[in-house]
């Protein structure tokens, strides 16, 4: 695109989103920092200077989603728009395209189009649900129908029949992992469209065709790591990426790209090839070898390991690449006159098969570079390798093939560094937040309490909260940095407390949610899984608390990895870039309108006491006013709450 051409589209994008903002509910107030981003995106767009790629950080409640919008649609770009959260994605297909489709026709040559598209396992499979009904009926044993409850697996049923989607998030209630693992189906086991039966009314595939049509797709970023890792073998050709909340992005498609080995990986393929290899040998291999990789996997759990190396897991998995291959032959077997649900359950085994094969063999010959590590839940240890530094995968098969913009609230100052963005191809811009933080906030830290590392750090921490929480008459997201914390502190505030106090497992996320707002005065504790993705708009939401600066494990294997590659200067490369990421997040639910107000406390002393990082910590944050005065904190807080 010329200079000319350039220009014109950063014009047309910033009078465009002028006028379509003025249809928003708050009148179309200006947003300078909106404004910004969507000339900055136009331009990288149009190639302006010779620049491909963007990393934008754009504070919370600058409409970043209309501000990449509306110049990528402009562009007639066609877009992916990978995100962390499906609580984004979710705002992205039911609130922002849909406002753009109404309000910027008149822009466009064509009408915005757009889908949403999930992996595979998110559509129920018809074919599984066909399977599990004749299963029913000839009174047999379905072998991954064994464990689901049969009052959802009818209900399921009948809402497939009336769906549109085929997508699990539809559903009107929660069914269980072992129910809907009876009705869907993952891309490793599914033969496609040609060789299934039921291929013709296939939710995923239909789900797939939208999206090859759609000028807009919106995806997640685990999915979008995949593709790049295939080379475009999963999401349509595209001109232009965006990866939304980017902040995630390191870890997320370094998962992606990696590979994962575990016992419940051998149980789900014996309970697919049962369906098809009755009394077969090789089903007890699969047992065997299920129970065998719990066992060996446990002695490594939270450490790293060279997995051919060791002289447990390395046999093992030299066994398993055995006994797979045994199981292929018997699959392929299968004569070409059974019947047709015979093989397409045969077809979906083979594919499950040399997907475990694949991720064995990865993990069995690792490329320089990867590193290798047990993790999950001492009842089911998981083997996962993926790359040490993502930078050099992403420069071999990303950075090259398109434009690509990330954003988020929040973005590491090392970002570009860590993933890679070539040197002169790329910009990075901070376009600020329209909220006055100076007047709607204020940041507390609790300076007096105990180290967090003494040993009356958590009795200190919870009479702090419950003076806090009474200041403010309840309305409070009470964020920790472990699992242990949190019960902790549920355990003894819960019945002290004159409010209703949530705990994080007590509903499912948006239920969850849902309950907090619509009870002003009740209490929220999480962990890092609520740092974000909490929309509570208005007073329901007062005060932010977060026990612990929010460092990453120094034990954590992938981490340690990352840390030895960089040597002395990694807690400053790794460890400070994260913990600040992740306490802008969680004390980024606090303002999410310009009449909110209220108080971000951070119970840990080292935010004000430490020389060695405290400030990189606090340039992360918004400016809010500070104090360490717990009197004027709780007078803030109950001038609010009386107010």
Request: net charge negative; charged share 25%.
């Amino acid at each position: 695109m010329d200079d000319d051409a350039a220009a014109s589209l950063s014009e047309r994008a910033a009078i465009a989103l002028e006028e379509v903002t003025a249809h928003l509910p708050n009148g179309g107030e200006r947003r300078p920092g909106q404004e910004a981003m969507a000339r900055a995106v136009a331009e990288v767009i149009a190639g302006v200077g010779g620049t491909k790629h963007l990393a934008v950080q754009a504070g919370t409640g600058t409409g970043k989603t209309l501000a990449y919008l509306v110049p990528a649609l402009l562009a007639g770009r066609r877009t992916i728009i990978a995100t962390a959260t499906k609580a984004l994605q979710d705002q992205l297909a039911d609130n922002d395209l849909p406002f753009l489709a109404k309000h910027l026709d008149a822009h466009l040559d064509e009408p915005v189009s757009f889908a949403v598209l999930k992996g595979r396992s998110n559509y129920v499979c018809l074919q599984r649900l066909a399977e599990v009904a004749e299963a029913n009926v000839q009174q047999t044993l379905d072998g991954l129908a064994e464990h689901a409850d049969d009052e959802h697996l009818a209900a399921i049923a009948d809402w497939a029949t009336e769906t549109d989607t085929g997508d699990r998030a539809e559903l009107p209630f929660e069914p269980s992992g072992a129910t809907w693992s009876a009705v869907s189906v993952g891309s490793h086991e599914c033969p496609g469209r040609i060789r299934c039966p039921s291929g013709d009314g296939c939710f995923a595939e239909q789900a797939r065709d939208r999206a090859a049509e759609a000028q807009v797709v919106v995806t997640n970023l685990h999915l979008y790591g995949i593709d790049v890792a295939t080379d475009g073998a999963i999401l349509p050709p595209h001109d232009l990426a965006i990866l939304d909340e980017a902040h995630a992005a390191e870890d997320i498609l370094a998962a992606a790209i990696g590979a994962e080995v575990f016992g419940g990986r051998f149980r789900s393929l014996r309970r697919l090839a049962s369906g098809v290899l009755t009394r077969s040998s090789a089903l007890d291999d699969l047992e065997d070898l299920a129970g065998r990789f719990d066992d060996a996997l446990l002695a490594h759990l939270g450490k790293r390991l060279t997995p051919a190396d060791d002289p447990i897991v390395g046999p093992l998995l030299e066994l398993a690449d055995t006994r797979l291959e045994s199981l292929q032959s018997a699959l392929r077997a299968i004569p070409d006159d059974a019947k047709a649900d015979v093989k397409a359950r045969a077809q979906r085994a083979l594919l499950s098969t040399g997907s475990l094969l694949g991720s064995i063999r990865t993990i069995r010959s690792p490329d320089e570079g990867d590193v290798a590590w047990v993790e999950g839940p001492r009842n089911r240890p998981v083997l996962c390798m993926s790359p040490v530094v993502i930078a050099d995968v992403l420069a071999r098969l990303l950075w090259p093939k398109r434009p690509v913009v990330l954003t988020s609230a929040t973005l590491p100052p090392n970002l570009a560094g860590r993933l890679g963005l070539p040197e002169g191809e790329h910009r990075t811009e901070d376009v600020g937040s329209p909220f006055d933080f100076e007047r709607q906030t204020l940041l507390y830290c609790a300076a007096h309490l105990p180290d967090p590392r003494d040993p009356g750090y958590r009795e200190a921490v919870h009479a702090e909260l419950e003076r806090l929480i009474l200041a403010a008459g309840g309305r409070t997201l009470a964020l920790f940095t472990s699992w242990s914390a949190l019960d902790a502190a549920h355990a003894h505030l819960a019945e002290r407390l004159p409010f209703t106090v949530l705990h994080q497992n007590d509903l499912p996320k948006p239920a969850l949610i849902r309950a907090f707002a619509s009870d002003e005065a009740s209490c929220l504790f999480g962990t890092r899984g609520l740092f974000q993705g909490i929309d509570v708009p208005g007073p329901t939401l007062s005060l932010v608390t977060i026990d612990r600066i929010p460092f990453p494990r120094p034990d954590d294997p992938l981490l340690s990895a990352r840390r030895e590659q960089i040597g002395d200067g990694a807690f400053g490369e790794i460890d400070i870039p994260m913990a600040a990421t992740e306490l802008a997040q969680a004390a980024g639910r606090l303002i999410r309108t310009a009449t909110d107000i209220g108080v971000v406390a951070v119970l840990d002393r080292r935010l004000a006491k430490s020389h060695a990082y405290r400030q990189q910590l606090l340039a992360a944050l918004p400016p809010m006013p500070r104090t360490v005065d717990p009197d004027e904190v709780e007078r803030f807080l109950r001038n609010l709450s009386e107010g």
